[in-house]
């Protein structure tokens, strides 16, 4: 009953973007006939209005997983995650992200939304430069993964990734820890993507796209958070965080992942 689609590779580092509302449901503003393959899913993915919505349907919303993510390919991926998961009626909903790198996974952090999802349209982008991956709810970060590859934590740069959309059940885990159940009765779920752009630095051949005076499209290559940003980071995080890996001294008993004690430290310089 799964569904998913899939964006075009993007190799190298990539700043992109999406407007979505879940009422549940999936829509982009670039060309869906070009750019995206619905790859499974039984016709559940419908591309509509010529290739302006993509939109994905699952047979009300608890239990199910709304998520939007970059991946590579191969048994030591690479991975990005912004999922969206279902809800109670009239609790808030929670937006989940993790970061994988050579395949390992684990680093989720959580946050409940300071609005309705299912109102409206909103923006949800992920910037991934080689200084760190940012992840943007209405131009306003709420997560930095940075580059530590100083200290031996291993960063996302040297394998291309494609993009993902999927709507799909994960009762097991995604409401209140799989305690609440899909209700089928309230299906069928959708959800819609539009305005989807990417701005991605490209290698071919061993040539770069992006010029080496980059141009204020390229600005986002070397983009970091200026002090305004930092604040509303830490405002996001100090009102809306709910679950943070590197918080979590049960699950990680032998001590914290190498990156959650030494998050302080310069990063990577671009």
Same mark, same amino acid.
């Given at each position: 009953?799964?569904?998913?689609? !899939?964006?075009?590779?993007?190799?190298?580092?990539?700043?992109?973007?999406?407007?979505?509302?879940?009422?549940?449901?999936?829509?982009?503003?670039?060309? %869906?006939?070009?750019?995206?393959?619905?790859?499974?899913?039984?016709?559940?993915? /419908?591309?509509?209005?010529?290739?302006?919505?993509?939109?994905? !349907?699952?047979? /009300?919303? #608890?239990g199910t997983v709304t998520a939007y993510y970059l991946k590579s390919q191969g048994s030591s991926?690479?991975?990005?995650? %912004?999922? %969206?998961?279902? @809800?109670?009626?009239?609790?808030?909903?929670?937006?989940?992200? @993790?970061?994988?790198?050579?395949?390992?996974?684990?680093?989720?952090?959580? &946050?409940?939304?300071? &609005?309705?999802?299912?109102a409206d349209f909103h923006t949800y982008s992920i910037l991934w430069n080689p200084g760190h991956?940012?992840?943007?709810?209405?131009?306003?970060?709420?997560?930095?993964?940075?580059?530590?590859? #100083?200290?031996?934590?291993?960063?996302?740069?040297?394998?291309?990734?494609?993009?993902?959309?999927?709507?799909?059940?994960?009762?097991?885990?995604?409401?209140?820890?799989?305690?609440?159940?899909?209700?089928?009765?309230?299906?069928? %779920?959708?959800? #819609?993507f539009r305005n989807f752009t990417a701005n991605a630095y490209v290698l071919s051949n061993g040539? !770069? =796209?992006?010029?080496?005076?980059?141009? =204020?499209?390229?600005?986002?290559?070397?983009?970091?958070?200026?002090?305004?940003?930092?604040?509303?980071?830490?405002?996001?995080? $100090?009102?809306?965080?709910?679950?943070?890996?590197? $918080?979590?001294?049960?699950?990680?008993?032998?001590?914290?992942?190498?990156?959650?004690?030494?998050?302080?430290?310069?990063?990577?310089?671009?």
């Amino acid at each position: 009953m799964d569904t998913l689609s !899939s964006l075009s590779n993007a190799q190298g580092m990539l700043l992109i973007t999406f407007l979505m509302v879940e009422t549940f449901m999936v829509a982009s503003a670039g060309n %869906f006939n070009k750019d995206v393959d619905i790859t499974w899913g039984d016709s559940r993915g /419908k591309i509509l209005n010529n290739g302006q919505l993509l939109t994905l !349907s699952l047979d /009300k919303a #608890s239990g199910t997983v709304t998520a939007y993510y970059l991946k590579s390919q191969g048994s030591s991926w690479d991975e990005i995650d %912004f999922e %969206f998961l279902g @809800n109670l009626s009239g609790d808030p909903y929670v937006v989940h992200t @993790n970061v994988y790198t050579k395949g390992k996974g684990g680093r989720e952090q959580q &946050f409940y939304l300071w &609005f309705d999802p299912t109102a409206d349209f909103h923006t949800y982008s992920i910037l991934w430069n080689p200084g760190h991956v940012i992840f943007y709810v209405d131009d306003r970060p709420i997560r930095e993964f940075k580059n530590l590859e #100083s200290v031996g934590i291993p960063y996302p740069k040297n394998q291309p990734m494609r993009m993902y959309c999927s709507l799909w059940n994960a009762d097991d885990w995604a409401t209140r820890g799989g305690l609440v159940k899909t209700d089928w009765s309230q299906a069928p %779920f959708t959800a #819609s993507f539009r305005n989807f752009t990417a701005n991605a630095y490209v290698l071919s051949n061993g040539v !770069s =796209s992006c010029s080496s005076n980059a141009s =204020s499209n390229n600005a986002w290559f070397s983009q970091e958070l200026d002090s305004s940003s930092q604040k509303v980071l830490k405002w996001v995080q $100090k009102n809306y965080m709910v679950y943070n890996y590197c $918080k979590d001294a049960k699950r990680f008993p032998e001590g914290l992942p190498v990156e959650c004690t030494v998050r302080n430290r310069k990063q990577i310089k671009i």
